[in-house]
């Protein structure tokens, strides 16, 4: 991958970042992302941010390489200690990271936040706790959408403060616009998903283990309802 040519994953991301924005990316990792788009013409400045000394010589090697020195603030920092109140930063992005991870990060440096960021978040994992955190702290979950490269299943979720949104239980799950919508790339990742929780049970179940809190009887029954909502639709 370059910064002329993202992956599948990171050309969704950068779908989702407003024209104009000033865009804090945040565990940048090479910055292609920020290059790709500073290039295209589609932010007007940009943060990377990078809690290692290794990828932050790569970010710092793309922006160099592409001649973006004076657009492009590279920082060794962690988390949103990469953005300067200076930087008047409109938009952040997490991408690669798990959704916990973002969470602790979101709930650590909240003090950062300006209050009006758009979030563009792509987790590796962990988006339910994530979307209960947003949902908790008066973010709206204003798109979503779920992609397969290769043979992994990404979700992208963008959210923005605005007035309080409530989500029941199995939208923070499922992702409220993605249970909405119900593609097939959704369907795919939630059939596989649900055959990995049922092995799960009956591994337990051969070894005389109980699940202690109830969690993964619960999920595989939310996952089996829902897809045999699905079928039931389909045959309509």
Not at 91 to 105: D, K, L, N, P, V
Request: charged share 25%.
């Amino acid at each position: 991958m370059n910064p002329r040519k993202l992956s599948a994953r990171l050309e969704r991301v950068a779908a989702q970042v407003p024209a104009g924005a000033r865009l804090a990316d945040i565990g940048t990792d090479h910055g292609y992302l920020l290059v790709a788009l500073m290039n295209r013409g589609l932010i007007s400045a940009a943060v990377a941010g990078e809690v290692a000394l290794t990828p932050l010589r790569a970010v710092e090697r793309s922006v160099r390489e592409n001649d973006l020195g004076e657009l492009i603030a590279v920082r060794l920092a962690d988390g949103l200690a990469a953005i300067e109140p200076a930087d008047c930063i409109s938009a952040i992005s997490f991408c690669g990271m798990g959704g916990e991870t973002i969470r602790y990060i979101l709930a650590r440096d909240r003090a950062r936040l300006g209050g009006n960021e758009l979030l563009i978040l792509q987790p590796n994992g962990g988006e339910q706790p994530l979307r209960r955190w947003l949902m908790d702290h008066g973010y709206r979950i204003r798109h979503e959408e779920l992609l397969q490269e290769n043979r992994f299943f990404y979700e992208i979720i963008v959210a923005e403060p605005g007035e309080p949104t409530s989500y029941t239980d199995q939208e923070l799950y499922f992702g409220p616009l993605l249970l909405q919508a119900r593609g097939p790339v959704f369907v795919a990742k939630w059939q596989r998903l649900l055959r990995l929780k049922q092995q799960t049970l009956a591994g337990l179940a051969r070894a005389h283990r109980t699940v202690a809190d109830g969690q993964l009887e619960q999920q595989v029954r939310w996952i089996s309802e829902m897809l045999a909502s699905e079928q039931s639709c389909a045959r309509r």
